[in-house]
């Protein structure tokens, strides 16, 4: 973990590929746990009714729990952010946090898996309540820090998307590895001994990463730490903050609660078995990542803030196709979500390259009224929105499955999500609409008449 030695890009040289892919690589370990947690936990331990497999805990516990969580790993995020901004250490402020977090992380994952009780019970939701606490907890600890290095790795726009794009591109492939191989390792060994497996590949990723967190900014001794409330309300309190703030609270959340919604599509709409859920993720995942050429190109081009509104109209638009899988006229429902679901990838793609090149443009914006550098804060709020969202995903799928239906005589439930998917969208374009600020420090000090 040491921090001495040259830094090409503090001289004025561009970042290499090394460096990037390097940085990159705690992206990977993030989308594969979420998307296989996201993906099987709730079909886990609450299966449906006709399918012969094991409930481990009751549906309405699942959503208390599950919404929860996120909730307390949303609260912290801020905080996380405030301590890791204010954190001296010869390491500096990012690196400790994410070198002690990663194992944590890697052991909360597999414990998820093995719930001491063989059948429905409440020691297994205080068990589960108990693992996920640490799984959030460790979660916030590594991704802030390693968040907030990406402003710091580059000032140059150009860069800060580059980084991002590669980002999308590593994520992609835990999000694969994750969504493709979880489902046919699950078949041949077992809920537990797949997330061993995929667990390790995501232990060591995260380790590699340190070697590519490189931070140009560290406190002077002398500088004050203001009060962390005093911080929050100064950030919330600006207009700016509050838009990008809402509409990643109700457009980030479709993406999770897609990764819920596809097993119970693939048993109970398409009549298929679990294993081909991987199929339908992983289509979705290859999608994503075949998309980045695409918006990296795109961003060189258009502002930010324009093409993400465009991308949010896309997704509404193709959660929308999503509702009416299995009841199209052409192919075989597996082939007709086979058809939709790029659809809604390809915007997501987007929605993942893009969001992070705004929150470097927000930093940028906050060192210009207030003269300090708060990625980590700003990653923080992002962190907080966000996840209040997974949050309220919990709370939706319970909500509509149990209102709708979600058996195979009446998988109701399952096409209504995707409604709710894109209502999620269209509430969250009308957020963003106030937002302004500029692709590049000068162009947001112009604009905001800074």
């Given at each position: 973990?040491?921090n001495?030695?040259?830094?090409?890009?503090?001289?004025?040289?561009?970042?290499?590929?090394?460096?990037i892919i390097?940085?990159?690589?705690a992206?990977?370990?993030?989308?594969l746990?979420?998307?296989i947690?996201?993906?099987?936990l709730p079909y886990?331990?609450?299966?449906?009714a006709?399918?012969?497999?094991?409930?481990?805990?009751?549906l309405?516990a699942?959503?208390?729990?599950?919404?929860?969580?996120r909730?307390?790993?949303?609260?912290?995020?801020?905080?996380m952010?405030?301590?890791s901004d204010?954190?001296?250490?010869?390491?500096?402020?990012?690196?400790?946090?994410?070198?002690i977090s990663n194992?944590?992380?890697?052991?909360?994952f597999?414990?998820?898996?093995?719930p001491?009780?063989?059948?429905?019970s409440?020691t297994?939701?205080?068990?589960?309540?108990?693992?996920?606490?640490?799984?959030?907890?460790s979660y916030?600890?590594?991704?802030?820090?390693?968040?907030?290095?990406?402003?710091e790795?580059?000032?140059?726009?150009?860069?800060r998307?580059?980084?991002?794009?590669v980002?999308?591109?590593?994520?992609?492939l835990?999000?694969?590895i994750?969504?493709?191989l979880?489902?046919?390792?699950?078949?041949?060994?077992?809920?537990?001994?797949m997330?061993?497996?995929?667990?390790?590949?995501?232990l060591?990723a995260?380790q590699?990463?340190l070697?590519?967190?490189?931070e140009?900014?560290?406190?002077?001794?002398?500088e004050?730490?203001?009060?962390?409330?005093?911080?929050?309300?100064e950030?919330?309190?600006?207009?700016?903050?509050?838009?990008?703030?809402a509409m990643?609270?109700?457009?980030q959340?479709?993406?999770q609660?897609?990764?819920?919604?596809?097993?119970?599509?693939?048993?109970?709409?398409l009549?298929?078995?679990?294993?081909?859920?991987?199929?339908?993720?992983g289509e979705?995942?290859?999608?994503?990542?075949?998309?980045?050429?695409?918006?990296y190109?795109?961003l060189?081009?258009?502002?930010?803030?324009t093409?993400?509104?465009?991308?949010i109209v896309?997704?509404?638009?193709?959660?929308g196709?999503?509702?009416?899988?299995?009841?199209?006229p052409?192919?075989?429902?597996?082939?007709?979500?086979?058809?939709?679901f790029?659809?809604v990838?390809?915007?997501?793609?987007?929605?993942?390259?893009?969001v992070?090149?705004?929150?470097?443009?927000?930093?940028d914006?906050?060192?210009?009224?207030s003269?300090?550098?708060?990625?980590?804060?700003?990653?923080?709020?992002?962190?907080?929105?966000?996840k209040?969202g997974?949050?309220?995903c919990?709370?939706?799928?319970?909500?509509?499955?149990?209102?709708?239906?979600?058996s195979?005589?009446?998988?109701?439930?399952?096409?209504?999500?995707?409604?709710?998917c894109?209502?999620?969208?269209?509430?969250?374009?009308?957020?963003?609409v106030?937002?302004?600020?500029?692709?590049?420090?000068?162009?947001?000090?112009?604009i905001?008449?800074?």
């Amino acid at each position: 973990m040491d921090n001495d030695g040259p830094r090409p890009h503090q001289a004025g040289k561009a970042l290499s590929m090394r460096e990037i892919i390097l940085y990159n690589l705690a992206g990977l370990t993030f989308n594969l746990f979420d998307t296989i947690l996201y993906a099987w936990l709730p079909y886990f331990y609450i299966p449906p009714a006709d399918s012969n497999l094991t409930r481990y805990i009751p549906l309405a516990a699942l959503g208390v729990i599950l919404a929860g969580g996120r909730i307390l790993d949303a609260v912290t995020d801020p905080l996380m952010g405030y301590l890791s901004d204010h954190t001296r250490s010869r390491w500096g402020r990012r690196k400790p946090y994410i070198f002690i977090s990663n194992p944590i992380l890697f052991i909360s994952f597999i414990l998820v898996w093995n719930p001491p009780v063989p059948g429905e019970s409440l020691t297994n939701a205080v068990f589960l309540g108990a693992v996920l606490f640490f799984y959030y907890i460790s979660y916030t600890g590594m991704l802030i820090p390693w968040f907030a290095v990406l402003p710091e790795m580059s000032p140059k726009n150009d860069e800060r998307v580059k980084i991002a794009s590669v980002g999308v591109a590593i994520g992609v492939l835990g999000a694969l590895i994750g969504g493709g191989l979880s489902g046919p390792l699950m078949g041949s060994f077992g809920m537990f001994r797949m997330a061993l497996m995929l667990g390790l590949v995501g232990l060591v990723a995260g380790q590699l990463t340190l070697y590519g967190v490189h931070e140009r900014h560290r406190l002077n001794p002398d500088e004050e730490t203001p009060p962390f409330l005093t911080v929050m309300r100064e950030m919330f309190a600006d207009r700016q903050v509050l838009s990008f703030s809402a509409m990643i609270m109700f457009v980030q959340l479709t993406y999770q609660l897609m990764l819920m919604n596809v097993p119970y599509l693939t048993t109970l709409i398409l009549g298929r078995s679990e294993g081909d859920a991987s199929i339908l993720m992983g289509e979705v995942i290859l999608s994503t990542a075949a998309s980045v050429p695409l918006w990296y190109r795109l961003l060189g081009r258009y502002p930010k803030r324009t093409l993400f509104r465009a991308i949010i109209v896309w997704m509404a638009a193709g959660f929308g196709l999503s509702f009416f899988i299995g009841k199209l006229p052409f192919f075989s429902p597996f082939m007709q979500a086979m058809i939709v679901f790029p659809l809604v990838a390809v915007p997501i793609g987007g929605m993942f390259i893009t969001v992070l090149g705004l929150i470097a443009d927000i930093t940028d914006y906050d060192e210009l009224k207030s003269g300090r550098r708060r990625e980590a804060m700003y990653y923080g709020i992002y962190g907080i929105v966000r996840k209040t969202g997974w949050a309220l995903c919990s709370l939706i799928l319970v909500g509509v499955y149990s209102a709708f239906g979600y058996s195979a005589e009446n998988p109701t439930g399952v096409r209504a999500v995707w409604l709710v998917c894109g209502l999620s969208c269209v509430v969250g374009l009308a957020a963003f609409v106030p937002f302004r600020l500029g692709d590049s420090k000068a162009e947001t000090k112009t604009i905001m008449g800074l």
